[in-house]
């Protein structure tokens, strides 16, 4: 699905699909972490089945206030344990599946908020 950016200055996601995200124009098509203000990141999660507390921790160096987690094609709620690091910080975490995830990355980040997605790929990486 191809998005329309808004008028902010912060990174966006211009499209999503089986073959990835594209932002700012430049195609990202293994697990993936996106901060509003400095941009994408490689993440070391690989599968919704290999995440850990760890995968989850990467996260809070980038401060935000919100994660929203892109589990894939399907919403797959991690165990509330692997959370805990974000949590203890108070801060936000939100699951859904990448579409989901990919928009309303959009929409707060357009909002000036300092929001953190993180996307698992819809297809595992052979």
Request: proline share 7%; hydrophobic share 40%.
């Given at each position: ?7 902010s ?38 599968t919704f089945?290999?995440?850990t507390?760890?995968?989850?921790d990467?996260?809070l ?16 709620f ?17 699951t ?9 990355f ?11 997605i ?9």
């Amino acid at each position: 699905m191809k998005l329309h950016p808004d008028a902010s200055n912060a990174y966006a996601i211009q499209s999503y699909g089986e073959d990835g995200v594209v932002v700012n124009g430049l195609r990202q098509s293994t697990p993936l972490i996106l901060c509003a203000i400095s941009g994408p990141q490689k993440w070391t999660a690989q599968t919704f089945e290999a995440l850990t507390q760890s995968s989850f921790d990467e996260l809070l160096a980038l401060r935000p206030e919100i994660v929203l987690f892109g589990s894939g094609s399907q919403i797959k709620f991690p165990s509330p344990s692997l959370l805990q690091g974000l949590i203890k910080q108070g801060i936000g975490v939100e699951t859904m599946d990448n579409g989901a995830a990919c928009r309303t990355f959009n929409v707060l980040a357009g909002e000036g908020r300092r929001v953190v997605i993180a996307l698992l790929p819809l297809q595992p990486n052979p």
